[in-house]
């Protein structure tokens, strides 16, 4: 069971809009930067947005982060069939000393 | 431009004590930390373990204390990870990822590697 809470799946039309969340505690998520990262069919994860809402070169602005308390959010607006990937969110846990990762959500673009 | 490329992956034996290595390029590596993330097929993403730019701070999953040893070798740029007592359980893709400059926690994983396969078997 992972430390970082996010829901299996979500799925949505193309062009609309979907949001994934990460729920944690005041260990990680609560006082650490959250940073998450899409995951295509068959590669290696990449970074989508560090320090809760930015984004690194080349992410589109589609592609939106945000925290409050003990949780986070990860939003996608204009969904392209290319979004279909495995997103994660993950923080480091300041009383583990050890970097968590939520289990990971399944996008579906129908 | 930034790259890192892992290697020591393969079919290995209960108990056995393979090493991987992940070898960077492209930026400063004496820097950053370095992590490992490993991924079970049909899994999640599951750290590893982190070491911080100079090798001065390690910090391990619990699922790997004692059986995982991370160094770095800022001279060749490059990341280890020594497997010991490996088990069923730790086959996985293993992936290497810079971490935060001059820090151990924090910050995020950018690049990734393209990962490394350690099947554990008979």
């Known amino acids: 069971q992972s430390v970082l809470t996010q829901p299996p799946s979500v799925s949505a039309a193309p062009g609309q809009k979907v949001t994934i969340s990460c729920s944690g505690s005041?260990?990680?998520?609560?006082?650490?930067?959250v940073s998450w990262y899409q995951q295509l069919p068959g590669t290696a994860p990449q970074l989508l947005i560090y320090?809760?809402?930015k984004r690194p070169s080349g992410i589109p602005d589609r592609f939106s982060g945000s925290k409050s308390g003990t949780s986070a959010t990860l939003g996608i607006t204009g969904l392209q069939t290319g979004d279909e990937a495995d997103y994660y969110c993950?923080?480091?846990?300041?009383?583990?000393?050890?970097?968590?990762f939520g289990g990971g959500t399944k996008l579906t673009v129908l | 431009q930034v790259h890192l490329v892992e290697s020591g992956g393969g079919v290995v034996q209960p108990g056995r004590s393979p090493r991987l290595s992940c070898a960077a390029s492209?930026?400063?590596?004496?820097?950053?930390?370095m992590h490992w993330v490993r991924q079970a097929p049909g899994k999640g993403l599951d750290w590893v373990a982190v070491?911080?730019?100079?090798?001065?701070?390690?910090y391990y999953a619990d699922s790997v204390k004692g059986r995982f040893t991370i160094s770095r070798d800022n001279s060749k740029n490059t990341l280890y990870l020594q497997m010991n007592s490996l088990r069923a359980e730790d086959t996985a893709v293993f992936y290497c990822?810079?971490?935060?400059?001059?820090?151990?926690?924090?910050?995020?994983?950018?690049?990734w590697g393209q990962g490394t396969l350690v099947t554990v078997s008979s």
């Open positions: 990822a810079r971490g935060a400059a001059y820090a151990s926690g924090g910050g995020w994983f950018d690049p």
């Open positions: 492209g930026f400063t590596f004496s820097t950053y930390a």
């Open positions: 070491i911080s730019y100079d090798g001065s701070n390690k």
């Open positions: 005041s260990s990680n998520i609560g006082n650490n930067y």
């Open positions: 320090d809760n809402n």
């Open positions: 993950g923080t480091w846990d300041s009383s583990l000393s050890a970097w968590v």
